[in-house]
């Protein structure tokens, strides 16, 4: 059992897996970063309001709050995660589009012999 476990963790799967989930969440505090960092004071400056999105609200009553400045940041956030990850799989799709493109190259003979499969067949039929 023990053997089925090493063997089970050292595929390739599994690891890829492993590092795409680190990558992932220093990923995830690299846009929190930036978010926070960058993007948050610019809009501040423009809107003239708080340097925090976060500190945003909409106070109804005492229990009811709307932080939607909390939304805001979050969404920043889910934008700039999708547009890199889109980039991502944009390069990887173009990487392997050329390389499939490359092995589709028919060869000479098979064009050839095709070509004398249909004359013969349209002999027959004439």
């Known amino acids: 059992m023990l053997s089925e476990f090493k063997t089970f963790i050292m595929r390739g799967n599994?690891?890829?897996l492993a590092v795409g989930v680190i990558i992932g969440g220093a990923f995830t505090g690299l846009v929190k970063s930036l978010t926070n960092n960058?993007?948050?004071?610019?809009?501040?400056?423009?809107?003239?309001?708080t340097s925090d999105l976060n500190n945003l609200q909409l106070v109804?009553?005492?229990e009811l709050t709307f932080k939607y400045g909390a939304f805001i940041n979050?969404?920043?956030?889910?934008?700039?995660?999708?547009?890199?990850v889109f980039m991502i799989i944009k390069m990887?799709?173009?990487?392997?589009?050329?390389s499939k493109d490359e092995e589709v190259k028919v060869d000479p003979e098979l064009?050839?012999?095709?070509?004398?499969?249909?004359l013969l067949e349209s002999q027959k039929k004439a």
């Open 38 to 49: 960058l993007i948050t004071p610019i809009i501040s400056f423009f809107t003239g309001g």
């Open 60 to 62: 109804i009553t005492k």
């Open 92 to 98: 990887v799709n173009s990487i392997f589009r050329t």
């Open 14 to 16: 599994v690891l890829d």
């Open 74 to 84: 979050d969404v920043i956030n889910f934008l700039i995660t999708a547009f890199v």
């Open 111 to 118: 064009e050839i012999l095709t070509e004398i499969r249909d």
